[in-house]
T-cell receptor, first 112, second 112 residues
Framework: EPEVTQTPSHQVTQMGQEVILRCVPI?????FYWYRQILGQKVEFLVS????????KSEIFDDQFSVERPDGSNFTLKIRSTKLEDSAMYFC??????????FGSGTRLTVV | GENVEQHPSTLSVQEGDSAVIKCTYS??????FPWYKQELGKRPQLIID?????GEKKDQRIAVTLNKTAKHFSLHITETQPEDSAVYFC???????????FGKGNQVVVIP
């Protein structure tokens, strides 16, 4: 069964540092997403991406965040200057046209 | 935006009994309602979904019902087993690959 792959599985970074979280979506999927989940809380939408541009973003996705699809396979989330409150599990997801999300296994980001 | 509420927050059931989790949503334009199961430290996994053109869907021991008028949908698990123990999240979307709005999750504990 096709999978969404995320790397690294765990990232520890110092406050103020930049981090890049990487994702390889399922190859025939056209829509890509980033969600985050603070420990013990619900999953929150960050951004969706289609046709090489952001299609929707939440209020969480401020100027510190950016996404990119640098080549035909990777989809990245960059946080420019991390804050303590950015500590969370970040999930990438992809989908075909109309529904059917598949989530990756997540990257646990710890900001110290 | 869409607001999804999930009840109860925790649910303990005896093995073999049924479990029911209910979610309400606020946006009448939402038309896609998936349920995700998340085991500790793992990715959310889609277990069943329903679209607004049907009222009920069943897959073996799992069923989902939708009441569009009342704007609520429920997950039903019959003949519960210990491996059903997990956090279950409901979500709602306007479809067309729009964002998913998640509920806060429900911890289900199946007691052997």
């Amino acid at each position: 069964e096709p999978e969404v792959t995320q790397t690294p599985s765990h990232q520890v970074t110092q406050m103020g540092q930049e981090v890049i979280l990487r994702c390889v979506p399922i190859s025939n999927h056209l829509y890509f997403y980033w969600y985050r989940q603070i420990l013990g809380q619900k999953v929150e939408f960050l951004v969706s991406f289609y046709n090489n541009e952001i299609s929707e973003k939440s209020e969480i996705f401020d100027d510190q965040f950016s996404v990119e699809r640098p080549d035909g396979s990777n989809f990245t989330l960059k946080i420019r200057s991390t804050k303590l409150e950015d500590s969370a599990m970040y999930f990438c997801a992809s989908s075909e046209v109309n529904y059917g999300y598949t989530f990756g296994s997540g990257t646990r980001l710890t900001v110290v | 935006g869409e607001n999804v509420e999930q009840h109860p927050s925790t649910l303990s059931v005896q093995e073999g009994d049924s479990a029911v989790i209910k979610c309400t949503y606020s946006d009448s334009a939402s038309n896609y309602f998936p349920w995700y199961k998340q085991e500790l430290g793992k990715r959310p996994q889609l277990i069943i979904d329903i679209r607004s053109n049907v009222g009920e869907k069943k897959d073996q021991r799992i069923a989902v019902t939708l009441n569009k008028t009342a704007k609520h949908f429920s997950l039903h698990i019959t003949e519960t087993q210990p491996e059903d123990s997990a956090v279950y999240f409901c979500a709602a979307s306007k479809g067309g690959n729009n964002r998913l709005a998640f509920g806060k999750g429900n911890q289900v504990v199946v007691i052997p």
